[in-house]
């Protein structure tokens, strides 16, 4: 039979893991939200990006627009000042210019159509995308809420844990605790088991010594608590 001290000790590693492991799930579940989010900004910046596109399509054909405008202005002021001219070579001359406007017309209106071509696609590219990310980030918000309502279904539990932890160092004298929590820090389990002559937690022999002492039935509240040779874990003898 375990000796009290012991058996308390193992209450408390029991509690204190159980603690140790909800510190870490809260720990990292902001984490995983800022993961989510990042996803959802991503989400929207591609969205954005296919609106912009839009936009800027939209712009260039308002800019072509007005090139084509003010070309056509310009042909219909040389018609007018074509007919005040009276030499055929300056008529020529003026026809020729017409023309040569009316070709860049020509070309701006067909840069106008391919433009416009542009814009239809860009914006059926834009409503898919727009229709299957919003669905995405849907489903990351979704994500975060259930995220964060376990962070707090974390966070209650702890606190429960964290009592139960209190509870459980409560009967334990402090010089024993002070053993407990030293090797708590960079050792878990803390207290082990015996098997055969090994160490349950680094699995390396103990000496006769430990050996002996963790086989005691009885522990002087004075005596130290037997620990490993290798690791310092606080070592008992199952029996």
């Known amino acids: 039979m375990l000796n009290p001290l012991i058996q308390a000790l193992l209450i408390l590693q029991d509690r204190d893991l159980k603690r140790l492991g909800l510190e870490a799930q809260a720990k990292s579940v902001p984490g995983d939200i800022a993961r989510v989010e990042q996803k959802i900004a991503e989400e929207k910046a591609v969205i954005e990006a296919s609106r912009m596109e839009v936009r800027e399509l939209e712009t260039k054909k308002k800019l072509l627009e007005t090139e084509i405008g003010s070309a056509e202005s310009k042909v219909a002021l040389y018609r007018t000042q074509q007919l005040s001219i009276r030499k055929n070579d ?56 259930m995220l964060r309502e376990r962070e707090a279904s974390l966070g209650a539990e702890l606190k429960g ?9 409560a009967p334990v004298e402090p010089l024993k605790l002070r053993v407990y929590d030293r090797i708590a820090v960079r050792n878990h389990p803390v207290v082990v088991a015996i098997h055969g002559d090994k160490c349950g937690g680094c699995h390396l022999k103990v000496s006769g010594e430990v ?29």
């Open 161 to 169: 844990v964290q009592a139960e932890v209190a509870l459980a160092r």
């Open 90 to 145: 300056e008529y020529q001359a003026m026809g020729h210019q017409i023309e040569t406007v009316q070709a860049e017309i020509a070309e701006l209106e067909g840069r106008e159509l391919e433009v416009m071509y542009s814009i239809d696609e860009a914006k059926n590219r834009f409503v898919a995308a727009e229709a299957e990310l919003k669905a995405n980030i849907s489903g990351h918000e979704g994500r975060i809420a």
């Open 211 to 239: 050996e002996s002492a963790a086989r005691g039935k009885t522990v002087d509240p004075l005596a130290q608590l037997p620990t490993c040779d290798q690791c310092g874990r606080i070592v008992y003898w199952e029996g």
